[in-house]
């Protein structure tokens, strides 16, 4: 059985559908593209895919993982064209690897996020982070099932500072050009309670009453382990490709060392 990890985005308007609609479209492209498909058993059988730590609803993301279980091999690259040719433009299968390590969610222990606050003066916005990250706690309040939750949303944002509106992720046509705009750079270690973007935005609002006049655009722009020396993100799939190249190194070594 082969495993292959990919990575997938969603980008503009399909940063609003839902995780359950990007698994329902990407059963279908698997369907379209013929992938053979390895199969749970079972009297209700679904195709063998593990998602990885799904970005919210609403949110854009440029580092979104799943792996999938084939019963006969093919080639990543391949795979990944015809996956991505039978997705809509937004979900994009943007790399493919053969899976040669284990424990893929175990990598992945933080996010980085932009967040562009439109109608927020960049001034306004660096006063905010520089008393979030003054502050030892910031709690915060979320909506939860067993009804409303208060947590700590300082603990698990490693970094937040404000960055240049020209160091933007987002395209120019997606930012109103008639008015202020800031760009917040975080990242967030994975932790439960999991913080996410918006908590970290209650968090400015309850240190420096900061409120943007319309929602953030949220943009995940990478995920994978926490550097804690130099405070990155680095990428989950290196060691799987690593692995590759290091086998497609030793076998025209072993060919080579071979008795004829």
Not at 59 to 79: C, F, H, N, V
Not at 144 to 151: D, E, H, I, P
Not at 207 to 232: K, S, Y
Request: glycine residues 4%.
């Amino acid at each position: 059985m082969q495993r292959i990890r990919l990575r997938y985005t969603k980008r503009g308007r399909l940063r609003f559908t839902s995780h359950r609609d990007f698994q329902r479209a990407f059963e279908r492209a698997l369907r379209r593209a013929e992938v053979p498909m390895a199969y749970s058993a079972g009297f209700t059988p679904h195709p063998k895919v593990s998602y990885a730590n799904a970005a919210p609803t609403g949110t854009g993301s440029e580092a979104e993982y799943l792996e999938i279980a084939l019963t006969a091999p093919r080639d990543p690259e391949q795979l990944r064209a015809l996956l991505d040719e039978s997705l809509p433009t937004g979900l994009d299968i943007t790399e493919a690897v053969e899976a040669r390590t284990s424990g893929l969610a175990d990598r992945l222990t933080a996010s980085v996020w932009e967040l562009r606050l439109d109608g927020v003066p960049p001034e306004e916005a660096r006063r905010a982070a520089d008393a979030f990250n003054a502050a030892e706690t910031v709690e915060v309040q979320r909506l939860a099932k067993n009804g409303v939750r208060t947590f700590d949303a300082r603990a698990a944002v490693a970094s937040l500072e404000v960055r240049d509106v020209t160091e933007t992720h987002s395209s120019q046509a997606d930012r109103p050009t008639d008015q202020p705009c800031a760009i917040l750079r975080l990242v967030v270690r994975h932790v439960t309670p999991a913080v996410r973007p918006d908590d970290v935005l209650s968090g400015l609002r309850a240190v420096a009453d900061l409120a943007p006049p319309v929602p953030a655009a949220v943009t995940r722009l990478a995920q994978g382990l926490f550097d804690e020396e130099t405070g990155t993100v680095t990428d989950p799939l290196a060691p799987d490709r690593e692995a590759v190249e290091a086998h497609s190194t030793a076998e025209p070594t072993a060919a080579a060392t071979a008795p004829v």
